[in-house]
């Protein structure tokens, strides 16, 4: 999609205020699913132990679902994924 003059539109998912960017959300798309949902088992409330565990045993529809529901928490914990990963290289 392009906006007047050409320049390409990003789309961006809303959630509670907060934005990420299509780049984000195919980032963590592709980047698999075992350091978020272990930052979020590790590091998150009770909702967000659940939703790690329901992220990991999730088929890719059911992903991209949690994904677009909860883009900016899921990006967070996607973040402090990479950190864990990061520790333990």
């Given amino acids: 999609m392009l906006a007047a003059g050409g320049a390409p539109v990003t789309r961006r ?11 984000q959300h195919a980032q963590m798309m592709e980047a ?3 350091w978020t949902a272990r930052a979020m088992q590790e ?3 009770r909702f967000y132990r659940a939703l790690g ?4 045993a999730a088929d ?9 529901t909860w883009p ?9 994924g990479q950190v864990l990963a990061a520790r333990e290289a």
């Fill in 13 to 23: 998912e809303r959630h509670a205020g907060r934005v990420i960017t299509e780049e």
């Fill in 32 to 34: 698999g699913v075992y």
């Fill in 43 to 45: 590091q998150g409330s």
């Fill in 60 to 68: 890719a529809g059911n992903r991209r679902l949690i994904y677009r």
């Fill in 53 to 56: 565990e329901a992220l990991e």
């Fill in 72 to 80: 900016d928490a899921l990006w967070d914990f996607h973040g402090r």
